[in-house]
């Protein structure tokens, strides 16, 4: 009983040790916090992990550049007045549907078009993008880490779709193609934070802190309404209550009246989102069309939405999808094929034309697009073609290799990967 309870005692002195060497002082707050990481540390996080998740998540929103500018300029504008101004702030907007924003360490920041069209002007953009801002400046990514190392529980990562996956099977596979990302669990006090202090930012960058207000009040009406089941992954992370609504008028009490609304330069800036909005429900129709397995309906709408705007990649990556899971291989080709004209700065696209070009067994166009998905994006999928590519033209130790690599992602993937390199061995 002693040595248990010295054995115990030992390991509860060496948790407080290293929990009061892991404290920090909160950059907004002035707060001590527990914080494993060094600030080194989570710049380089942010860096290696916001090129994963904007792949994984559509990628960047390219028909209108413009508006990538224009929320760029907003975010920097409170960046500047941030109690971190010093951080390497970057903005984007992903091309994804699903409204939702988020931070990864070091200032690293994204909202999606899906996002924007809820939002009626600037100051409700600066309350998204200062709440946001305050993630990133208060370190909150850091405290989470931390705490979840603590309790054993590891990081937070966004897994990759790991099931079997045929040539033909593209359209269940959908966007899960990528390797795995950071995703930071934030807790109802980090929001609250993020509230206070993202209005003050609003507020010392002359922008109208009852946009939060409006803001909050937008998010709880929806959350009441039928839009709701579209919106879970922003309520998950950013849960709306009447609390925070609450919260927001007594904040702004507390700040500067008569900033700046700007609702005209915000509807401008989204303009071609909403010109281009029944272009963007043909194709989320379509996605549902997919889920209900009604796929000549899907493909009906992706088609719409290609006729509605035909500068946008993602309906021709769809419409090859639907295309490879009919086995139409050559006309899923051409589709990809316009995909990567219009968007060559996106994973998926290039992933998709050679794993139909191999299905075609044209190797040496499949060996180059396959290589190139790489570039932007590791996954486990493109390894696991690549050997199958590799072993076709008989190279197998380069096929051993990617199979490998493949093999080390496990799940079904990995699995398969696993056998090919078995099969391989055997051979030999």
């Excluded at 792949?55 to 413009?66: E, K, M, S, T, V």
């Excluded at 984007?92 to 899906?114: D, E, H, Y």
């Excluded at 309906?315 to 080709?333: T, V």
């Excluded at 139909?356 to 290589?371: G, I, P």
């Amino acid at each position: 009983m002693i040595s248990r309870t010295l054995r115990f005692n030992t390991v509860a002195t060496a948790l407080v040790a290293s929990l009061l060497a892991g404290c920090a002082v909160n950059p907004v707050t002035g707060k001590q916090e527990l914080s494993l990481m060094s600030q080194g540390q989570e710049l380089a996080l942010g860096e290696q992990q916001y090129p994963i998740n904007q792949q994984q998540q559509g990628g960047q929103y390219n028909i209108d550049p413009a508006l990538q500018s224009y929320v760029n300029r907003v975010g920097q504008k409170l960046a500047k007045v941030s109690d971190q101004p010093q951080l390497p702030y970057e903005f984007v907007v992903l091309n994804n549907s699903v409204p939702n924003a988020w931070a990864l360490p070091g200032g690293k920041i994204a909202v999606n078009r899906g996002l924007l069209v809820l939002l009626e002007d600037e100051a409700e953009l600066a309350a998204v993008l200062g709440h946001e801002i305050v993630h990133a400046a208060a370190r909150h990514s850091a405290a989470a880490m931390s705490q979840q190392q603590v309790l054993g529980a590891g990081l937070a990562v966004l897994g990759a779709a790991t099931r079997e996956t045929a040539y033909g099977d593209l359209v269940t596979l959908g966007g899960q193609l990528g390797g795995s990302a950071y995703i930071a669990r934030y807790g109802r006090s980090n929001e609250l934070e993020s509230d206070q202090y993202g209005m003050k930012y609003m507020a010392a960058a002359g922008y109208d802190s009852q946009g939060a207000v409006r803001l909050q009040r937008k998010f709880v009406e929806l959350s009441k309404g039928r839009q709701a089941g579209g919106l879970q992954a922003l309520f998950a992370s950013h849960p709306p209550s009447q609390s925070r609504v609450d919260a927001n008028i007594q904040h702004a009490k507390q700040l500067p009246k008569g900033g700046t609304s700007n609702r005209a330069a915000y509807q401008k800036a989204i303009a071609q989102l909403k010109r281009d909005a029944d272009a963007y429900k043909s194709y989320d129709d379509a996605m549902a069309a997919i889920n209900d397995k009604q796929y000549d309906r899907a493909l009906s709408l992706v088609r719409q939405a290609q006729k509605q705007q035909p500068r946008e990649a993602t309906f021709y990556a769809l419409e090859g999808d639907l295309l490879a899971h009919k086995k139409q291989y050559k006309s899923a080709h051409s589709a990809y094929d316009r995909a990567v004209q219009k968007n060559p700065s996106l994973f998926s696209n290039w992933l998709k034309r050679g794993m139909v070009s191999a299905q075609l067994k044209d190797y040496t166009a499949a060996e180059r697009d396959l290589n190139r998905s790489l570039r932007y994006l590791e996954t486990p999928h493109a390894h696991y073609y690549l050997g199958q590519v590799y072993e076709k033209q008989g190279n197998t130790r380069n096929a051993y290799s990617h199979y490998q690599t493949a093999a080390s992602a496990g799940g079904d993937i990995g699995s398969k990967a696993q056998a090919r390199m078995q099969a391989i061995g055997n051979q030999g």
